[in-house]
């Protein structure tokens, strides 16, 4: 099964990179998951409409339309999705329709990106992607890792073994 996980931030060094690394380690280990990363961070798509050439806008939409499901990690910025991550996905509409996909937002707050997550979701109907109806709400993100890489959050720990479960079982329901 061919994962496309998209890492909407694009500061180096994000919390949501750590937890969008993390559940790429875990869905090979524990679904023998293909993955393929899209950082929005190494990606550098220009301003979308600006009549600027994109020289990854063909690999990307391979990544989009090759996988079989679609997970994306995105953290809360001002109460709504990256504009970087945004700007990006706007590029691509048809690689999107009838994917699965799978939310995951992220905040160093106490409220997990709720806002984000609302609008990552409303997008996700919007392009006609099918969305999991599991999502993982990542609070306090900085302090949600060891030095090993390994989660300490309970609650985390609890959640992201669902939201994986739900989503490989509803990718492999629509492939």
């Known amino acids: 099964m ?4 998209v890492q909407g931030s694009p500061r180096t060094g994000s919390n949501s990179s750590k937890v969008a690394v993390f559940l790429a380690s875990e869905l090979e280990r524990k679904f023998g998951a293909s993955i ?5 961070q190494k990606i550098n798509a220009p301003n ?7 020289d990854q ?3 990307v939409a391979r990544h989009f339309g ?3 499901g679609l997970l994306f990690v995105v953290p809360e910025y001002n109460g709504r999705v990256p504009g970087a991550f945004k700007n990006l996905t706007d590029y691509y509409r048809s690689e999107f329709k009838k994917k699965p996909m799978a939310t995951c937002t992220v905040s160093a707050g106490p409220f997990g990106g709720l806002n984000a997550l609302h609008d990552l979701r409303s997008w996700m109907l919007y392009v006609e992607g099918v969305v999991s109806p ?3 709400l990542v609070s306090g993100a900085g302090k949600l890792f060891d030095q090993d890489n390994t989660p300490g959050d309970a609650h985390f720990n609890i959640n992201y073994p669902v939201f994986l479960e739900d989503f490989i079982w509803l990718t492999e329901k629509l492939t």
């Open 2 to 5: 061919k994962i496309t996980i």
């Open 36 to 40: 393929t990363m899209v950082d929005v």
């Open 48 to 54: 979308y409409g600006s009549n600027t050439n994109f």
């Open 66 to 68: 090759d996988a079989d």
């Open 57 to 59: 806008e063909e690999e």
């Open 134 to 136: 599991t999502k993982l």
